[in-house]
């Protein structure tokens, strides 16, 4: 067999390895997307009709394509003989010569055929065969495996379009990959209901109504929530399932034909009213019962929306043998939802009654909207004004 014949040879024998090399490539490249797609459908983060399988198709044509490009020098008789000389080493061309027998007639070049006749082209496809089938056939027995580890591989659809049905024809794969939940807040916030698509987590007020949604026999769909266990009903669109937003974080477990998703619920507690006493500035004591007229001012706050406020007094007058204490209620503030405002009164002093000795304590009241488990309510710090004894002569004078 002639040198140009081995070469020839040999050429066939590694195109036939990138072959196979490509085909092991395109394998692997399949079996990691559908291994990825499984693990996804299985964390319920990813719906069933998601057209992963087409996407693992096409990473696979790539695959196979890329590897076959990057093997087209095999193609040419010359640039294979430059890759085994490459290979080799130190034969300073002789194959890449033999191989064009027209430049080199084995007539006038015998030393030249007789190094060629003397390489090992076997050698370099050895090596090639490792490195082109050994990679790419590990990497696909270990998606074989992983993917028989969680199968099975019907979890996946090829896309929308691809269902599977049960008794009745009834699509199994409808009934809770479209999964939705509308979120009604409680009247009082005057929040906007909103729709989470495919949700994880879902967040609202505490006592907000969620109904849950999704395509497909509603009887066939159940959820247990805490050591209750709830069934969907049907609706127009498919089915649904009405569920009260709970004081208390829980998970919702939904259960249907081979299907399954988990969603928390996470209440959000609607805070008591914050109250801050701006005027009286700080505690005061007077020597002489107090003329004229004294200004309460305070700033209210809440998360979704203040009631009312209201100044409240608390007059405490005489000794141990003759205590007397008495309240007395400022003007209503009504604050039609708003989420912050400030409450101005201005009281004179006579109407108080004040007397030496007697106490005033001042504090600000403000409630919220919530008629579910509030009204909240909030409390600023209390002032106290002091009216001195005439022995207290060593008091500070206001």
């Known amino acids: 067999m002639t040198v140009r014949q081995r070469l020839t040879r040999a050429r066939y024998q590694l195109l036939a390895l990138i072959g196979l090399s490509a085909i092991a490539w395109a394998l692997a490249v399949l079996l990691a997307w559908l291994a990825l797609g499984l693990v996804l459908v299985r964390l319920h983060l990813l719906p069933v009709w998601f057209p992963l399988t087409l996407i693992a198709i096409a990473g696979a044509a790539a695959a196979l394509v890329w590897v076959l490009w990057r093997g087209r020098y095999a193609r040419s008789e010359e640039r294979f003989a430059l890759w085994v000389e490459e290979q080799h080493g130190g034969l300073d061309h002789a194959l890449v010569t033999v191989a064009e027998s027209s430049l080199a007639p084995v007539e006038q070049f015998p030393d030249l055929y007789r190094r060629a006749a003397e390489v090992d082209i076997a050698v370099p496809l050895r090596v090639a065969a490792r490195r082109l089938i050994g990679r790419p056939a590990l990497a696909a027995g270990l998606g074989v495996l992983l993917v028989y580890w969680l199968g ?97 974080p829980v998970v919702v477990a939904f259960a249907a034909p081979d299907r399954s998703r988990l969603i928390a619920l996470v209440p959000l507690p609607d805070s008591a009213p914050a109250v801050r006493l701006r005027l009286p500035a700080s505690d005061t004591t007077y020597q002489a019962v107090p003329r004229g007229q004294l200004t309460i001012e305070a700033g209210l706050s809440d998360d979704i929306g203040l009631a009312t406020g209201q100044v409240e007094y ?85």
């Not at 599977?164 to 939705?180: E, N, V, Y």
């Not at 009903?233 to 208390?248: C, F, I, K």
């Not at 400030?342 to 409630?367: C, M, N, Q, W, Y």
């Open 152 to 248: 099975p591989i019907d979890r996946l659809s090829l896309g929308p379009g691809d269902r599977r049905t049960g008794p009745g024809g009834i699509a199994l794969a409808d009934l809770l990959h479209d999964l939705s939940v509308r979120i009604e807040p409680p009247a009082y916030s005057r929040l906007e209901p909103s729709t989470l698509s495919l949700p994880a987590t879902v967040s609202a007020l505490v006592g907000s109504h969620l109904t849950f949604r999704g395509s497909g026999a509603g009887g066939q769909v159940t959820a247990r929530l805490g050591a209750d266990s709830l069934s969907a009903v049907p609706d127009q669109a498919g089915w649904s399932l009405p569920v009260v937003m709970p004081r208390e």
């Open 314 to 398: 608390l007059i405490s007058t005489g000794s141990e043998e003759d205590f007397q204490t008495r309240s007395i209620d400022g003007g209503l503030w009504r604050m039609d939802g708003a989420r912050s405002a400030t409450v101005r009164e201005t009281i004179a002093f006579d109407t108080l009654k004040l007397l030496p000795g007697s106490v005033l304590h001042i504090r600000v009241v403000a409630f919220d909207r919530n008629d579910l488990s509030g009204p909240g309510r909030g409390v600023s710090e209390t002032r106290t004004l002091r009216i001195a004894e005439p022995v207290d002569s060593s008091e500070a004078v206001a």
